[in-house]
């Protein structure tokens, strides 16, 4: 299984961060995974953002921190998930992971992450 | 959310040393704890889920355990590709947190 992850590198103040995530040798609408996004700075360390999933239906969650920000969407035409975060400061610098939890039990969602993409340095700067 | 905190923040170790971190959480949360380690540049990669289970392919020499608040992981024999940051990560309740990291240094 491989996440391979595209987008800019360098957002404008206030406007939206958006990033892609195509994943190979899994499927998007898997019962089994579910497709996270976890970002990393300095400052804040790792930090989960949410997830999206397939369990008869779809499935997101998401931070409080950026619940207000944040949409995560699957395409399934592309078998590929996407980030967009809007409204970025430059307390969102960081670098974003896309990352696969792929449970092992009844539960919904696992949380145990074993496949992450290459990360993605996004700097929030005009 | 959970706050989960690693003693220590860093350390020196020599190949072949036992090392020892340990991760503690908030509030209990079981066996649902995970070891990652991340090397300069890489991603995080999983090591132990629930507490003591190996993730495949991760070599024999590391092992977790714990359970409740308290939990360690252990590398009986380090090798020179263990020097990296290591953290633990809780996955009993959304959302998933994760500890500030131990990083192992060569002495």
Known sequence: VQLQQSGPGLVKPSQTLSLTCAISGDTVS?????????????SRGLEWLGRTYYRSKWYSEYAISVKSRININPDTSKNQISL???????????????????????????DDFDVWGQ???????? | DIQMTQSPSS?????????????????SISSYL???????GKAPKLLIYRASSLQSGVPS??????????FTLTISSLQ??????????????TPPTFGGGTKVEIK
């Open chain 1, 30 to 42: 898997s019962n089994s995974a579910a497709w996270n996004w976890i970002r990393q700075s300095p």
């Open chain 1, 84 to 110: 967009h975060l809007k409204s970025v400061t430059p307390e969102d610098t960081a670098v974003y992971y896309c990352v696969r939890d792929l449970r092992k039990n009844t539960a919904m969602v696992d």
């Open chain 1, 119 to 126: 990360g993605t340095m996004v700097t929030v700067s005009s």
């Open chain 2, 11 to 27: 350390l020196s170790a020599s190949v072949g040393d036992r090392v020892t971190i340990t991760c503690r959480a908030s509030q």
């Open chain 2, 34 to 40: 995970n070891w990652y380690h991340q090397k300069p």
């Open chain 2, 61 to 70: 020499r590391f092992s977790g355990s714990g359970s409740g608040t308290d």
């Open chain 2, 80 to 93: 020179p590709e263990d020097f990296a940051t290591y953290y633990c990560q809780q996955s009993h309740s």
